[in-house]
């Protein structure tokens, strides 16, 4: 029985497609197990900038370009940065943006679940870019090497006109309600 699935007229497809136009690049979705959908940039990937010899390779066999890094804006007015953090224990990542994929597709798929685990039953993707991306990241890494796919975080808001902090008081759970926050900001 496959064990995943590119499924491009899906529900989670069309997700895949608002979220890339959204997102204004090019984005797969993925969900394991039936779980909720996590979003990836279908033609990058990152790598350890440790890992020179697979960037190289990865950038020469598939025609792949380095994405510069982009500078960091300005700091606010009146703010400045800590002189005494130290930042290097943390992963310098180097983004690779595809022009090609490798061809990879029908049973290749299989084997890219079994790489994901036993644990995982069934994948699906948006895309056939997607799963073909998925497929070659996890090949590398289960050589121990350091690569990933470029996930895409999700928006989070606060509700706008109310919220429930279950306070137990008698103002009730709604603090927007509260007189204490009833000012013209309606900061909470």
């Known amino acids: 029985m496959r064990a995943v699935h590119v499924r491009e007229q899906s529900s989670l497809a069309r997700l895949g497609e608002w979220r890339s136009r959204q997102a204004q690049a090019p984005l797969a979705a993925r969900r394991i197990d039936g779980g909720r959908p996590s979003f990836f940039v279908a033609n990058e990937v990152v790598v350890n900038a440790k890992e020179r010899d697979l960037i190289e390779e990865v950038t020469r066999r598939y025609g792949c370009e380095v994405i510069p890094e982009r500078p960091l804006p300005p700091l606010p007015e009146g703010m400045h940065r800590s002189k005494d953090v130290d930042m290097s224990g943390a992963p310098q990542l180097v983004s690779l943006r595809f022009h090609r994929l490798p061809g990879e ?41 350091r690569i990933g796919l470029n996930l895409v975080g999700e928006h989070f808001a606060m509700p706008l006109s109310s919220a429930t902090e279950g306070s137990g008081l008698f103002f009730g759970p709604d603090p927007f309600a509260w007189q204490a926050f009833s000012g013209s900001s309606r900061i909470v």
């Open 105 to 145: 597709t029908g049973d290749d798929l299989d084997e890219y679940a079994s790489r994901m685990g036993a644990s995982h039953r069934h994948v699906e993707f948006s895309s056939e870019l997607g799963a073909r991306l998925a497929l070659l990241v996890a090949r590398y890494r289960s050589e121990g090497r």
